[in-house]
């Protein structure tokens, strides 16, 4: 009986060092890193948000064209 003992203890530290730590590790690893992407409803929701802030941006560079046309010195008055 003692001898097995003996055989299990270091079986099992072999086992825990070498398999279940680096499964453990790598195992939050992949949860921390599926925790950074985006799921499908944010990233559809993203993408509008950018493609709102583009159109946004090209109509405040036409209204600065129309302005720059019509009243030049727009920029220097406060």
Do not use: C, K
Not at 25 to 33: K, P, W
């Amino acid at each position: 009986m003692e001898y097995v003992i003996d055989g299990i203890v270091p079986i099992s530290a072999i086992l825990i060092l070498f398999l279940f730590l680096p499964w453990l590790v790598f195992h939050y690893l992949t949860q921390l890193r599926q925790a950074r992407q985006l799921d499908e409803d944010s990233q559809e929701l993203f993408e509008a948000t950018v493609h709102r802030v583009e159109v946004m941006e090209e109509r405040v560079h036409v209204l600065e064209r129309i302005l720059d046309n019509e009243v030049p010195d727009w920029r220097t008055r406060q």
